[in-house]
C-alpha cells in the first residue's frame, strides 16, 4: 500500500466523496433504526444493521449511511489537518492573520447559511413571519453557534440545525493547530503519537463524557484523526505497513460491536480509507463522469454541508412515513438535488457579499 502527497484533486474528490457520505447519512439515520455510534455507543445500533440486512436486504443502502455514513466526517477532519499541514512549513506566521484567513474562508458563508435557514424553514413551516419566529426562538442557540462556543454547552450543539455542531469544532482546531505544528517540528512523528494515545487513554477513561460534554463534540476527542492528517502531510512518499491495515480492519469490526475497541473506530476507519483511496484512485481517475461527479460535489461541499441539515424536512418525513426502499431512495435523490441548488444560491450569494464588503481584505487567488 503505498501512499503518495494528496494533490489538490485528489483532496477535491475526497471532499466529494465525504460529503456525498454526510449528505446521504444526514437523510437517512432519521430513520427510527439503526442510528450510528458517532457521538456514543450501543451494540445494539450494530445488532439492527444485521438484522436488517437478514430481515430487509433491499433497505442495504438506508442502512449503510445510517450507520457509517457519519466517518465522512472524519475524512473532512482529516483534510483539514493535511491541507493546512502542506500549506504551512514549520510555523503558520503572524497567529492573526492566519485566524483571519480562516474566519474569512468560513464565517461569511456561515452567516449567510443562518439567513437562508431563517428564510426556507421559517416560511415553509410558519408563514410569512415564520422566518422573525425562528430566529427569536432560537436567539440563543445561533448566538452560541455564531461565538463558536455551543459544544461546550450541554444540550446545544445540535441547535438549532443538527450539521452545523462542526463549525465550533473546526474553528477551535484552528486555534490548536499552530501548537501541533510545532509539536511535530520539534518532536516530529513521535510527538503527535503521543499527543494522541494521550487523548485517546483521557477520552476512555472518562468515557468520552465530561461534566455533561462529549468529548467528540470537541477537537480533544479527535486529535488522532488531525495528528495522522499533519504526520502524511510531512511524510511524504512510504508504503503503508500491510499489518496496520489489517489491524485497523480488526479493530474497526470489533468497535463496531465493543464499547472499548469503539474508541478506536474513527483513526481506524480513517486509515481504512486513506488506504482504500490509494488502492482505487486509478478507477476513480479513469472514469472522467465519475471523477467530474465527485469533483463537483467536493467543490461545493463547504455550502452543501451549511445547508443540507435544515433542506431534509419535507423529502425525509415522506420516506418515513411509507417506509418503501424505492421511494426512501427517490426522495434521497430529490433531497440531494434540493441541497445542490440551495448550495449553488449560497455560494453565489457569498461571492457577491465578499467581493463587494471585503475585497480590500480577502486577497485575490
Request: charged share 15%; glycine share 8%; proline share 5%.
Amino acid at each position: 500500500m503505498n501512499w503518495s502527497a494528496l494533490s489538490k484533486q485528489d483532496s477535491g474528490l475526497l471532499k466529494g466523496i465525504a460529503i456525498l457520505m454526510i449528505m446521504i447519512h444526514n437523510f437517512m439515520h432519521l430513520f427510527p433504526t439503526p442510528k450510528e455510534n458517532e457521538f456514543d455507543f450501543s451494540s445494539l445500533r450494530f445488532e439492527q444493521v444485521i438484522n436488517g440486512f437478514i430481515n430487509n436486504p433491499e433497505n442495504g443502502l438506508q442502512l449503510l449511511f445510517s450507520f457509517f455514513g457519519h466517518f465522512g466526517v472524519q475524512v473532512f477532519i482529516f483534510l483539514s489537518a493535511y491541507g493546512l499541514a502542506k500549506k504551512h512549513k514549520d510555523k503558520v506566521g503572524p497567529f492573526g492573520l492566519f485566524m483571519k484567513d480562516r474566519f474569512f474562508k468560513t464565517y461569511p458563508a456561515f452567516l449567510l447559511a443562518i439567513v437562508l435557514w431563517a428564510l426556507i424553514v421559517g416560511w415553509r413551516d410558519y408563514g410569512i413571519l415564520g422566518p422573525i419566529k425562528v430566529v427569536y426562538w432560537h436567539w440563543d442557540a445561533l448566538l452560541y453557534k455564531l461565538t463558536l462556543v455551543s459544544n461546550f454547552i450541554p444540550g446545544q450543539s445540535f441547535m438549532p440545525v443538527g450539521p452545523w455542531w462542526f463549525l465550533p469544532f473546526i474553528f477551535q482546531f484552528y486555534l490548536i493547530f499552530p501548537l501541533l505544528l510545532k509539536l511535530h517540528s520539534r518532536f516530529g512523528g513521535t510527538g503527535l503519537f503521543v499527543l494522541s494515545s494521550f487523548s485517546m487513554i483521557a477520552v476512555i477513561a472518562f468515557q468520552g463524557d465530561l461534566g455533561g460534554i462529549n468529548l467528540y463534540k470537541l477537537v480533544f476527542g479527535h486529535i488522532p484523526e488531525f495528528c495522522l492528517g499533519i504526520y502524511l502531510a510531512k511524510k511524504g512518499n512510504f508504503s503503508f505497513p500491510i499489518p496496520i491495515i489489517l489491524i485497523a480492519l480488526i479493530v474497526f469490526f470489533l468497535g463496531s460491536m465493543n464499547q472499548y475497541w469503539w474508541y478506536f473506530n474513527h483513526v481506524s476507519f480513517l486509515v481504512l480509507f486513506v488506504a482504500a483511496f490509494h488502492c482505487l484512485k486509478p478507477l476513480l481517475y479513469a472514469n472522467l463522469r465519475v471523477l467530474r461527479f465527485f469533483l463537483f460535489f467536493g467543490k461545493y461541499s463547504m455550502s452543501l454541508f451549511l445547508v443540507n441539515g435544515f433542506l431534509r424536512k419535507p423529502m425525509v418525513g415522506k420516506a418515513i412515513e411509507n417506509n418503501d426502499w424505492l421511494l426512501t431512495l427517490l426522495m434521497c435523490a430529490i433531497f440531494i438535488i434540493v441541497s445542490v441548488c440551495v448550495a449553488l444560491l449560497l455560494t453565489r450569494l457569498e461571492n457577491i457579499v465578499c467581493s463587494r464588503l471585503f475585497k480590500k481584505v480577502i486577497p485575490k487567488v
